[in-house]
């Protein structure tokens, strides 16, 4: 009886978080702009899988600095929109038709910004296709590299 309520709880543990993202991607959404955006923004141009997207606004002009998970392509980049098509930023580079890409320290200009609906995932790793699966992401924005213009100390 103890091991099953242990297990019943560790699932309860593991699974809510998934949970959230999937049902309540908004809520989710609010509290990554207000907290874990200004603390992955700090790293998140340097690692592998990660990338900062800087747009102007449609409506206010101002400048964006969004963390993505972000894959390389062989003419672009793709990057998993976990929260949805209708995040802000992703409705600003679909506006503007551009935006810039800085991963792994260097920069890259962006254009000719796509939605694509895939429910398979097929484009992305496996583990990414399973991680997309349990969040329920089943879209993604592919973008052509415009060109390489800034390495990034």
Known sequence: MVIATSVISLLAILLVPVLLVRFRKRWVAAFHRAITNRIASRFAARMPGFGLVTNVGRKSG????????????????????????????????????????????????????????????????????????????NDFLQLSTSHEYDVVS
Do not use: K, M
């Not at 101002?62 to 392509?73: C, D, L, M, Q, W």
């Not at 503007?96 to 890259?108: N, P």
């Not at 254009?111 to 609906?117: G, L, M």
């Not at 296709?129 to 349990?134: A, E, G, V």
């Open 62 to 137: 101002r400048i964006y600095r969004t963390p993505v998970n972000v894959f390389r392509e062989r003419d672009g980049f793709l990057i998993a929109l976990t929260y949805g098509r209708d995040s802000g930023w992703v409705r600003n580079v679909v506006a503007a038709g551009r935006c810039q890409l800085e991963t792994r320290r260097v920069s890259y200009q962006l254009s000719a910004p796509v939605i694509v609906h895939d429910p398979s995932r097929r484009r992305f790793p496996p583990l990414v296709r399973i991680i997309l699966s349990l969040i329920d992401a």
